[in-house]
């Protein structure tokens, strides 16, 4: 019998209409000084607020019990945009779920610009539902994805959202997929540090998030970003796993010829590591030929195992499942 | 102002999500119909912005301004993106502060030869240390940008460029709601060539369309490297995405740079080089590249604000 999610009041985020932005010091329409703090002295939305359910987030024991089938939780980190966060997750889903032993979940969180489902060539498909609730997308056998790309009713359609907005489909995401038992679940990341990864955190602080697995390049102007968001899981309590260096160095398909696009001149990740007391998992030079895999859909790892990059990303895969306990 | 409706049940039973936010709702309260004072003598307004990121807007935002000022234009760069400002960082100014005068904050003086100047507002001048981050949620991103907007003190200025977090959301919502009576010159739209970053960055054009916000153009970036060693060029994010994504939504190309390592460089070592980073930036080889973007947009011959 399938639930009919249009009845199913529980499930659904609280339903509420604000009259105006909140300011810039509100509470929070959820908290329990919704209404009740300095900032909601003459703000439009007070009544509303006041009038929420209060108390501890209902929802965070479902969620827990969502995932409590799924052994390992890794979030992919970075503060800067563009570094290759998804393109690193999709090679991490496409090395773990080459093992056939391994269930392996990838849930992409950039809400605005998600780019998991056409990495792995799965752009076109649509959600479906059951019993237990939504289904995610199968890749293969044992590799299901979640992205707000296959609920779009256009390929190209915009998602402009508040942050609050944001954050009850990150919660549905977690309450409501039907992940089934999972080896791993692999959580792709926007750049930044706001509402996402706030939300990601407190919705799993319960269910225990193994680590966090931070991308970047090798360039200062990256690095620094980078910085911030390690300030942030540090903040936020969330364990760093190790920190991967992505694009750095190339060699020219013609003449061999070693180059570095994304200058170190600060030292790179390596160095970073030092300073900041993190795992470096490695170093994966450029080749140009992942981008097409990544726009064809297709896994780079199959398709050009003898690339010095292929065996670098293989060699984080190892360290990073060593760091979680996985043998 | 906004209205704020979460899902519909509707919606979540058909998996089909309502996927815009921006629907204006005038509230009784709180009509600001009125053009911020600080802009008032801002001659243009042009907003860098991409769906996708780690494409260039900020590099992207540097070179225009670098270009602007050797032109001997009065630019002023803002940088909105709030949890990763790397503006301050590009122009060798981390470590300056911005203090506050009665009429508002003073903007960080990059360069000044007494007629073209470069003046920069950053988040980044606003932290104590370079690795605190600044974790927020939406609303105090966008009490941010509205002080940003309201509160900065630019002076006489021909251009402000504006520079955007990745993204189609509370900034963009913001910055768009906050520039609605500006009247700004339009959006330069970066990508890099790989479909991965165009479909993203089809999205940021809907977003322009949607909030109707005039779009100058697109920039390629990352197109192309040229071996240091055998000047062969490789196109590490493939080729010609920018020019397909403007043809295919009627949109003026500006042009493609490639990368060049030198432009990284010259960043990293300005602060051990004499010179000015806008004499600098001259003899670089994508200054003229850049030059021909701006005669694009100079060629839309929009008028002055003023």
């Given at each position: 019998m399938s639930t009919d999610v249009a009845n199913d009041t529980k499930i659904l985020p609280p339903d509420y209409e604000l009259k105006q932005p909140e300011p810039e010091h509100c509470p929070g329409p959820e908290s329990d000084n919704a209404g009740k703090g300095d900032a909601c002295v003459g703000c439009a939305n007070k009544e509303v607020c006041e009038s929420l359910p209060k108390g501890p987030d209902p929802d965070i024991p479902l969620i827990t019990e969502n995932l409590s089938q799924i052994h390992h939780k890794v979030l992919v980190l970075s503060g800067k945009g563009g570094v290759g966060k998804s393109t690193f997750t999709s090679m991490l889903c496409w090395a773990l779920s080459s093992d056939e032993d391994l269930q392996v979940g990838a849930m992409d969180l950039d809400i605005c610009g998600p780019s998991l489902p056409r990495m792995l060539g799965c752009v076109n498909e649509n959600i479906h539902e059951s019993n237990t609730g939504w289904t995610p997308v199968y890749v293969t056998d044992n590799l299901a994805t979640m992205s707000i790309q296959y609920m779009l009713p256009e390929d190209d359609s915009a998602i402009i959202w508040r942050g609050s907005k944001k954050n009850a489909l990150i919660k549905k995401f977690l309450k409501d997929v039907d992940w089934d038992c999972?080896?791993?679940?692999?959580?792709?990341?926007?750049?930044?540090?706001?509402?996402?990864?706030?939300?990601?955190?407190?919705?799993?602080?319960?269910?225990?998030?193994?680590?966090?697995?931070?991308?970047?390049?090798?360039?200062?102007?990256?690095?620094?970003?980078?910085?911030?968001?390690?300030?942030?899981?540090?903040?936020?309590?969330?364990?760093?796993?190790?920190?991967?260096?992505?694009?750095?160095?190339?060699?020219?398909?013609?003449?061999?010829?070693?180059?570095?696009?994304?200058?170190?001149?600060?030292?790179?990740?390596?160095?970073?590591?030092?300073?900041?007391g993190i795992t470096f998992l490695g170093s994966v030079p450029l080749d140009p030929r992942i981008g097409k895999a990544c726009d064809d859909g297709q896994s780079f790892l199959d398709l050009y195992p003898e690339s010095p990059t292929s065996e670098a990303i293989l060699n984080v895969v190892e360290k990073l499942r060593d760091a979680v306990g996985d043998t | 102002m906004y209205f704020f409706t979460g899902f519909s049940n509707k919606d979540l039973y058909h998996h089909r999500i309502n996927y815009c936010e921006f629907q204006h709702q005038v509230s009784m309260t709180d009509v600001?119909?009125?053009?911020?004072?600080?802009?008032?003598?801002?001659?243009?307004?042009?907003?860098?912005?991409?769906?996708?990121?780690?494409?260039?807007?900020?590099?992207?935002?540097?070179?225009?301004?670098?270009?602007?000022?050797?032109?001997?234009?009065?630019?002023?760069?803002?940088?909105?993106?709030?949890?990763?400002?790397?503006?301050?960082?590009?122009?060798?100014?981390?470590?300056?502060?911005?203090?506050?005068?009665?009429?508002?904050?003073?903007?960080?003086?990059?360069?000044?030869?007494?007629?073209?100047?470069?003046?920069?507002?950053?988040?980044?001048?606003?932290?104590?240390?370079?690795?605190?981050?600044?974790v927020w949620r939406g609303p105090k991103k966008t009490a941010m940008i509205k002080q940003f907007i309201n509160d900065v003190q630019w002076g006489e200025i021909d251009y402000l460029l504006i520079d955007t977090p990745p993204g189609t959301s509370d900034e963009h919502i913001s910055i768009a709601e906050q520039l609605r009576w500006a009247q700004p010159d339009g959006a330069i739209i970066v990508t890099t060539p790989q479909n991965v970053a165009t479909a993203d960055v089809r999205k940021e054009i809907n977003f322009c369309r949607k909030v109707n916000l005039n779009i100058l153009g697109i920039v390629e970036n990352m197109s192309g490297f040229i071996?240091?060693?055998?000047?062969?060029?490789?196109?590490?994010?493939?080729?010609?995405?920018?020019?397909?994504?403007?043809?295919?939504?009627?949109?003026?190309?500006?042009?493609?740079?490639?990368?060049?390592?030198?432009?990284?460089?010259?960043?990293?070592?300005?602060?051990?080089?004499?010179?000015?980073?806008?004499?600098?930036?001259?003899?670089?080889?994508?200054?003229?590249?850049?030059?021909?973007?701006?005669?694009?947009?100079?060629?839309?011959?929009?008028?002055?604000?003023?």
């Open positions: 999972l080896d791993y679940l692999i959580v792709d990341t926007p750049p930044g540090t706001s509402d996402e990864h706030i939300s990601i955190n407190k919705f799993m602080k319960d269910s225990g998030i193994d680590g966090a697995l931070i991308v970047t390049t090798p360039q200062e102007v990256a690095l620094l970003d980078v910085r911030k968001e390690i300030d942030f899981c540090r903040k936020a309590g969330i364990d760093i796993i190790g920190l991967v260096e992505n694009m750095s160095g190339f060699v020219c398909p013609n003449c061999k010829g070693q180059s570095e696009i994304f200058k170190a001149t600060t030292g790179g990740g390596e160095a970073l590591c030092k300073e900041l | 600001v119909e009125e053009l911020p004072l600080s802009l008032s003598n801002v001659k243009h307004i042009l907003l860098i912005l991409s769906g996708k990121g780690g494409v260039g807007k900020s590099s992207v935002t540097t070179q225009l301004a670098l270009t602007l000022a050797g032109l001997g234009k009065k630019v002023g760069v803002l940088d909105i993106d709030l949890t990763g400002p790397s503006l301050p960082r590009m122009f060798g100014m981390e470590g300056q502060s911005v203090y506050q005068s009665s009429e508002g904050w003073v903007p960080v003086t990059a360069y000044d030869n007494g007629n073209a100047c470069l003046k920069l507002m950053s988040l980044g001048f606003l932290l104590g240390d370079r690795g605190n981050s600044v071996c240091p060693h055998c000047s062969e060029c490789t196109n590490i994010f493939s080729k010609g995405g920018g020019q397909q994504l403007a043809n295919s939504q009627k949109i003026d190309f500006l042009g493609s740079v490639p990368i060049d390592p030198a432009f990284v460089e010259m960043i990293e070592k300005q602060s051990s080089s004499k010179e000015q980073l806008v004499t600098l930036y001259e003899r670089s080889s994508l200054a003229p590249v850049f030059e021909s973007i701006m005669q694009k947009v100079f060629d839309n011959k929009i008028p002055s604000r003023v």
